[in-house]
């Protein structure tokens, strides 16, 4: 699938509030805009979001892991629309926290589709396969150089921060389970590009329907 060059001005930026309400239908809404990240030096990485997950306690069982790890509570309970890193098998994963303080509840971005500065993502992160650059939820964080300073920070940051890119009619959006989970694993809270080649590997925990935006 092909996409028109995208505006990456931090005018467009999203602001925080587009964070304040459903995780699961912030991650449908946010498929199909764009990452731009600002190195240090300058250089500008911009890459199409193709993938994610929503994530939204109490009413998830899969949230259970967050009462034991340390900080995860009060960071994913914190303001909505801030950067948050889970760690799963100590690689970190892309969040952006949700719903208003005191709610424990965010949008793992899972996999990106590159489209500007995709030479340096392959010296931040060398590849033999570049379909293996940004296809997983590690794999991105590597790639867009996302380093822990940018922990805590709102998601219209000046050096990391999401624009509006084409909108996708729901015929081009997958609905599945979320992958790799035992709790709430039928849970139809995954979004992704139909047939794009950059969604990642990952399998669907369990078959579901196309039902994803009407959970009680």
Request: net charge neutral.
């Amino acid at each position: 699938m092909l996409f028109d060059s995208p505006d990456t001005s931090h005018t467009q930026a999203l602001t925080p509030d587009f964070f304040a309400g459903d995780p699961v239908e912030v991650a449908r809404q946010l498929i199909g805009t764009v990452l731009v990240r600002v190195l240090p030096d300058g250089a500008v990485i911009a890459a199409r979001i193709v993938e994610t997950e929503g994530y939204d306690s109490p009413r998830d069982p899969s949230c259970h892991v967050i009462a034991r790890l340390p900080g995860a509570a009060a960071a994913m309970g914190g303001e909505p629309g801030r950067v948050y890193f889970h760690y799963a098998y100590k690689q970190a994963l892309l969040n952006v926290t949700c719903r208003p303080v005191g709610v424990q509840a965010s949008i793992l971005i899972r996999a990106v589709q590159p489209l500007l500065g995709e030479e340096r993502m392959r010296e931040l992160r060398p590849v033999k396969r570049p379909i293996d650059l940004s296809n997983g939820p590690a794999k991105l964080v590597t790639a867009l150089g996302l380093t822990e300073e940018l922990k805590g920070q709102p998601i219209n940051g000046p050096a990391f921060y999401i624009v509006p890119g084409e909108a996708l009619p729901d015929s081009e959006v997958e609905i599945t389970s979320r992958v790799g989970l035992r709790r709430g694993a039928e849970l139809p809270w995954r979004f992704l590009i139909r047939g794009n080649p950059w969604v990642s590997p990952g399998k669907p925990s369990a078959a579901t329907t196309e039902t994803g935006l009407s959970q009680p």
